[in-house]
């Protein structure tokens, strides 16, 4: 079963900047996506970032375009987020998750991991 964990939370200053890691285990997939959501406490959970896995095009929720940016590694299975110039209004617990071939929507998700921006 195809499993998602997510590294590299933590707490930041505003203006530093953090990287995420999605790292796909359990076995071999197709991926038509992998993609970053982020919900804040008291928030409803929010598009951050997608990277479509055959073409490698990417998708930044226009509120981040400029500071975020997605990519993967194909040999580790892994995405990752790239985000700078962190902000207080960044926190949020990230989610990593996959849609996989087939699928309509994202079906596969992680357990999220923290990340705290300190004004």
């Known amino acids: 079963q195809v499993q998602l964990e997510e590294s590299g939370g933590g707490l930041v200053q505003a203006g530093g900047s953090l990287r995420l890691s999605c790292a796909a285990s359990g076995g071999t997939f197709r991926a038509t996506a992998m993609g970053w959501f982020r919900q804040a406490p008291g928030k409803e959970r929010e598009f951050v970032a997608t990277l479509y896995w055959n073409t490698g095009a990417t998708l930044i929720a226009s509120s981040l375009k400029g500071r975020f940016a997605i990519s993967r590694d194909d040999a580790k299975n892994s995405v990752y987020l790239q985000m700078n110039s962190l902000e207080p209004e960044d926190t949020a617990v990230y989610h990593c998750?996959?849609?996989?071939?087939?699928?309509?929507?994202?079906?596969?998700w992680g357990q999220g991991t923290q990340v705290t921006v300190s004004s």
């Open positions: 998750a996959v849609q996989r071939a087939g699928m309509p929507r994202y079906d596969v």
